[in-house]
């Protein structure tokens, strides 16, 4: 053991008795909290904050005799917790965490990670809902390249409790290396294990992970997930985080089954840690093995990249064989060349709250935006009461200069219909804006992203000025297509630096980039951005001083350059 780390364990207080590094034993001390007697051996009450929190030694465990419980009867702010005594980990080194739990409200996984500098770096990792029997909650992590020591702990910050017990963090053994130009280590899981793989979950459900034998796309096994008791949240396989160079393309696919729809969505690790989610559309549920594919270039300042196909009720998808390679040996530069860059700005769905506070702080900057409107839900308020606009809101839009776009009659995921309901959704949804505005309707922003070339056809005919999707994230002199404008989603994770970043880099390449909101509030939903933020990430675009035009309008212009 090194001298800075024999004084790094002696101020922190750790047991140096109880340390393990054995790759073959659970790392964490008295990790099923049998060994005390008034409090658990190696166990710490941690709390902060406006609060009171009961800690207690239970006789009733997930296993064994004994679990540990918190519980807060009053709440203001801060969190409380038992928290293990920290551990020694390796960077860059694989680890697998578990925990089993019980809860009545929901609860964050945060792991805190001591650095060789001496500060502490938080990490989010997932959440979990109220459950009154014991559930196991796992993931994989790989440890940072300068981290000393790790904590992992289920802090509770409302009024209620969660008690655990039988917790375990262990090594895992090195992944395969990656074979050819696969930049994914045991892709197809024919080693016979998830060796390089992590599951990965949050929320309220029950995930089962599996590899399968003789059920697989090619070669002989598979990666099974079967999720059970779906109340909110995700699971899914995720291979190890893949480096990526800036400014290159890349080429991606896998082989899945499902009996539920899924959707394909891709994690970017950028170089200052934040992370950005990025959604590349519906995969409908199949019972033969099917490939999905796309092609993505890397941001400037993006680091890793992780791909993966998430499950959001209950149901089971089954994939294999992962591939991703890099598609040019010389990172290509984006390619722009329009007569000057542009900017548009999208709210789809056509939400109540993107009338009152999202459109409203474009009037603020003299923006002009564009609102998909999903026409069902705005001519008749009772379908959800009222939290999509109505027909005088539109109307008032229109009359301010923002552009109206369809988005079919009831957000359709038009890859499932036949081609007589998809030719209705967009006929009936025109014929009814059109009839409100008393004018043209020629622009169609597509629900979920999801579109073949039979719908791009047949909307093609209704709508002449273009269609948007989600593809990421230029619309350059090279790549431009008016029947698939690429887009920039923004999500309540979507930090103001990843605009910035794509906002420079639509200025110094002459490209279009669309920003598509959603929700505008405080509902902490994944697709909602608070007011606040959207006034931060128009001033980014003011600051650059760049051109703001509605989509059609970007559309226009850029046809007469062509």
């Not at 750790?14 to 990790?31: F, G, P």
């Not at 709390?47 to 009733?60: A, F, I, L, R, V």
């Not at 291979?239 to 990526?244: G, K, L, P, R, T």
Request: overall charge negative.
């Amino acid at each position: 053991m090194s001298l800075a780390l024999f004084i790094l364990i002696l101020f922190t207080g750790v047991d140096l008795i109880q340390l393990k590094t054995n790759a073959d034993t659970n790392l964490i001390a008295n990790n099923s909290v049998e060994l005390g007697s008034d409090n658990p051996n190696n166990w710490n009450r941690v709390g902060w904050g406006t609060n009171s929190p009961t800690y207690s030694y239970s006789s009733e465990g997930a296993d064994g005799a004994k679990s540990i419980k918190v519980e807060l009867s009053e709440y203001t702010n801060g969190d409380a917790r038992w928290a293990f005594d920290s551990v020694v980990v390796t960077p860059n080194q694989e680890y697998s965490f578990g925990v089993y739990y019980k809860t009545n409200t929901n609860v964050n996984i945060i792991m805190d990670t001591l650095l060789n500098d001496g500060s502490h770096q938080y990490t989010w990792h997932s959440s979990v809902g109220a459950t009154s029997v014991w559930k196991e909650f796992k993931f994989d992590f790989v440890a940072a390249p300068n981290s000393q020591m790790i904590n992992i702990y289920m802090p509770i910050s409302s009024i209620g409790y969660v008690q655990t017990d039988n917790y375990s963090l262990t090594p895992k053994p090195l992944a395969p290396v990656p074979s050819g130009d696969n930049l994914i280590a045991n892709n197809s899981f024919e080693a016979g294990n998830d060796l390089g793989w992590n599951n990965v979950s949050w929320g309220s459900n029950r995930p089962t992970y599996t590899i399968q034998s003789n059920v697989a796309a090619d070669g002989d096994y598979s990666a099974q997930l079967i999720m059970t008791e779906y109340t909110n949240g995700d699971a899914r396989w995720a291979f190890a985080n893949v480096e990526v160079e800036p400014n290159t393309e890349y080429q991606f696919s896998l082989f899945y089954k499902s009996n539920v729809p899924v959707s394909i969505n891709m994690d970017t690790t950028k170089i200052n840690g934040s992370h950005q989610y990025t959604w590349h559309g519906n995969l409908s549920s199949v019972s033969n093995w099917t490939k999905a594919e796309f092609n993505f270039v890397t941001a400037a300042n993006d680091s890793r990249v992780n791909i993966y196909i998430p499950i959001n009720s209950n149901g089971i998808v089954q994939t294999d064989n992962y591939y991703l390679k890099k598609v040019t040996t010389n990172p290509p530069q984006p390619s722009g060349d329009f007569d000057r860059a542009l900017v548009s700005i999208d709210f789809d769905d056509g939400w109540t709250s993107a009338y009152t506070k999202g459109f409203s702080v474009l009037d603020e900057f003299g923006y002009k935006g564009t609102a998909g409107i999903t026409t069902n839900y705005v001519r008749d308020q009772s379908i959800y009461n009222g939290t999509y606009m109505t027909p005088d809101m539109v109307l008032d839009l229109n009359n301010r200069g923002h552009s109206i776009a369809s988005h079919t009659l009831d957000h359709a995921n038009l890859t499932t219909l036949s081609a007589g309901e998809v030719d209705r959704q967009l006929r009936e949804s025109k014929e009814y804006l059109e009839n409100l505005l008393g004018e043209s309707v020629n622009y169609f922003i597509t629900p979920y992203c999801s579109i073949n070339s039979s719908i791009t056809n047949i909307a093609k005919t209704y709508y002449p000025t273009g269609i948007r999707n989600c593809d990421s994230y230029y619309n350059t002199a090279s790549n431009f297509d008016q029947y698939n404008v690429k887009s920039f989603p923004i999500f309540k994770t979507t930090t103001n630096q990843e605009i910035a970043d794509a906002l420079d880099t639509a200025k110094n390449n002459k490209q279009w980039l669309v920003l598509m909101y959603h929700e505008v509030n405080n509902s902490g939903n994944q697709y909602a951005v608070t007011q606040s933020k959207l006034r931060e990430q128009m001033q980014l675009i003011k600051d650059r001083n760049l051109n703001v035009v509605t989509s059609e309008s970007a559309i226009n212009e850029i046809l007469r350059q062509l």
